[in-house]
Each structure stands twice: as structure tokens, then as C-alpha cells.
């Protein structure tokens, strides 16, 4: 059985120029790693070179696997496909752009199986001052108002058990809040300090208009399902069941 432990999952929104480097990065240090790997490849509708980036890379690496969808459906359209298609019993994500270090990969590895989510913390933003402080903002309101202590929510740079992701249903913009709909869920998640820098090319595909305002609305989203949860606890169960 040739079937990968680990899956790393990337979407692709116009990250021509990213990609070979990514790749290369992504290499390096799979390649340290004691498992088997594949490297999924989202292709979120490019309408720059991606494609033929992804195309030549995998030519070149066949533990890489692509998706292109027709049209740009978003991020977490992106994720849910990777995941979907995904054959490790772990997952990563990380962005194509190269702001998160594939070289901290190995950091959030560490904390599976003890959890079922690392969630990457950026310490050293590397963001424009006011992404940096609409992103303090957004993490401050979502933790009050989702009753929540994530502290970077926004960073792409996560581990998760798929058995677990395998439980969660994404909705667009849903996967900001991946942390929390894990706890939801009765998962363990841990947050682990990760590098960041600055994006070599290309341009970041967000700005307040199209990341606060959706995601504020998500925000409430997100505070109804805690709150209309389901609990109960059985106390007796008979009966044979039907199979
Ligand atoms: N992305 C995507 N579809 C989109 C927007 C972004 O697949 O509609 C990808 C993008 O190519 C990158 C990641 O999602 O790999 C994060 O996007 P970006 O770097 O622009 O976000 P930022 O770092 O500025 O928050
Ligand atoms: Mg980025």
C-alpha cells in the first residue's frame, strides 16, 4: 500500500510566480519527514500561469496532486476540496504565497496526536499595519463574541486529524473558524508559535471590504450553531440495532 500518511493541502489563487519556490520549500522538508506525503494543489480558478506552474511541477514531483476548478469559488471552497481529496490520516494547510514557512511544518506535527488541531500563531506578523491591526480587531471580536481564546485564527499554517475534519461541514468564509468548530466538535486544538514574512509575489487576494465586513456576518454564523447545539446524554440505550 502506497498510500501517503500525510496530506498537505494549498489553495492557488494566482501564485504563478510562488509556486516553484513553494514547491521547492515544501520538498526540502517533506522530505526530512519520516512519512510518506502528497502535496495537494487547489487551483481556485487562476486566470495567471498557476495552472501551467502546477502542471510543470507535477511533472517534476509525483507526490504532487492538482485540482483546477473552472471558476474562483474561494478559499475555503479551495480547502474543502484538498481535504475531500486528501489520503493522509494528517492534514496541513499552508498558503501558496510562502508568508507561512513550510520549515515549521515538522512544529505542528509535533503536537498530533496529543491534539486534534495545531493551529500556527503568527508571533511576528509581516503584514501592512492596518491588516495588522484589523486582523487584532477581528481575533479580539470573534473571541468575545464566540466566547473563544484563539489568538491567530487567520493563520493558513495548521495541522488537523482527518478523522476529524471528516466531521466538519465548510460553508464560504467558514474556514476562518476552524479552530472553533473543532471545540465545537469536543476537539482538542492547540495554538504553536510560527514565523511569518512578507509575500514575494503577487498581491494578497483580500482587503477590509472583502474579508471583515463577510466575516463579521460568519461571526454570527458561527455564535448561533454554539448556541443552538445539540447536547444530551443518554442514560439508558437497549434494543438491538439494525444492520
Ligand atoms: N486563495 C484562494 N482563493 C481565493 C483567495 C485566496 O485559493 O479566492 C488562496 C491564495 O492563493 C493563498 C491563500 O488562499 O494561497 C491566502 O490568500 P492571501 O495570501 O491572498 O491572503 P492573506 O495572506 O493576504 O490573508
Ligand atoms: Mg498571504
Given at each position: 500500500?502506497?498510500?501517503?500518511?500525510l496530506?498537505?493541502?494549498?489553495?492557488?489563487?494566482?501564485?504563478?510566480?510562488?509556486?516553484?519556490?513553494?514547491?521547492?520549500?515544501?520538498?526540502?522538508?517533506?522530505?526530512?519527514l519520516?512519512?510518506?506525503?502528497?502535496?495537494?494543489?487547489?487551483?481556485?480558478?487562476?486566470?495567471?500561469?498557476?495552472?501551467?506552474?502546477?502542471?510543470?511541477?507535477?511533472a517534476a514531483?509525483?507526490?504532487?496532486?492538482?485540482?483546477?476548478?473552472?471558476?474562483?469559488?474561494?478559499?475555503?471552497?479551495?480547502?474543502?476540496?484538498g481535504?475531500?481529496?486528501?489520503?493522509?490520516?494528517?492534514?496541513?494547510?499552508?498558503?501558496?504565497?510562502?508568508?507561512?514557512?513550510?520549515?515549521?511544518?515538522?512544529?505542528?506535527?509535533?503536537?498530533?496526536?496529543?491534539?486534534?488541531?495545531?493551529?500556527?500563531?503568527?508571533?511576528?506578523?509581516?503584514?501592512?499595519?492596518?491588516?495588522?491591526?484589523?486582523?487584532?480587531?477581528?481575533?479580539?471580536?470573534?473571541?468575545?463574541?464566540?466566547?473563544?481564546?484563539?489568538?491567530?485564527?487567520?493563520?493558513?499554517l495548521?495541522?488537523?486529524?482527518?478523522?476529524?475534519?471528516?466531521?466538519?461541514?465548510?460553508?464560504?468564509?467558514?474556514?476562518?473558524?476552524?479552530?472553533?468548530?473543532?471545540?465545537?466538535?469536543?476537539?482538542?486544538?492547540?495554538?504553536v508559535?510560527?514565523?511569518?514574512?512578507?509575500?514575494?509575489?503577487?498581491?494578497?487576494?483580500?482587503?477590509?471590504?472583502?474579508?471583515?465586513?463577510?466575516?463579521?456576518?460568519?461571526?454570527?454564523?458561527?455564535?448561533?450553531?454554539?448556541?443552538?447545539?445539540?447536547?444530551?446524554?443518554?442514560?439508558?440505550e437497549?434494543?438491538?440495532?439494525?444492520?
Amino acid at each position: 500500500m502506497n498510500t501517503p500518511a500525510l496530506s498537505v493541502v494549498v489553495p492557488v489563487y494566482n501564485e504563478e510566480a510562488n509556486i516553484p519556490l513553494l514547491i521547492r520549500e515544501l520538498a526540502t522538508t517533506l522530505d526530512t519527514l519520516d512519512h510518506r506525503s502528497e502535496i495537494i494543489l487547489v487551483d481556485d480558478g487562476s486566470c495567471d500561469g498557476s495552472l501551467q506552474a502546477l502542471r510543470n511541477a507535477h511533472a517534476a514531483d509525483p507526490r504532487i496532486r492538482v485540482l483546477s476548478f473552472e471558476d474562483n469559488a474561494g478559499q475555503s471552497a479551495a480547502m474543502a476540496a484538498g481535504f475531500r481529496a486528501a489520503r493522509g490520516e494528517v492534514i496541513v494547510t499552508l498558503d501558496a504565497d510562502l508568508q507561512n514557512s513550510p520549515a515549521d511544518i515538522p512544529l505542528l506535527l509535533e503536537k498530533l496526536p496529543e491534539y486534534d488541531m495545531a493551529c500556527g500563531w503568527r508571533v511576528n506578523r509581516q503584514d501592512p499595519w492596518l491588516r495588522r491591526v484589523s486582523s487584532r480587531v477581528a481575533n479580539a471580536v470573534r473571541n468575545r463574541v464566540n466566547d473563544e481564546q484563539i489568538r491567530d485564527t487567520g493563520c493558513s499554517l495548521k495541522a488537523y486529524k482527518r478523522a476529524c475534519l471528516e466531521r466538519i461541514k465548510l460553508y464560504n468564509g467558514m474556514h476562518r473558524f476552524l479552530p472553533t468548530l473543532f471545540r465545537m466538535e469536543g476537539f482538542r486544538v492547540v495554538e504553536v508559535q510560527v514565523g511569518h514574512t512578507r509575500r514575494r509575489h503577487g498581491t494578497s487576494k483580500y482587503n477590509i471590504g472583502n474579508r471583515l465586513v463577510p466575516s463579521l456576518f460568519d461571526l454570527l454564523a458561527i455564535r448561533w450553531m454554539k448556541k443552538r447545539r445539540i447536547h444530551y446524554r443518554i442514560r439508558e440505550e437497549f434494543g438491538e440495532t439494525l444492520d
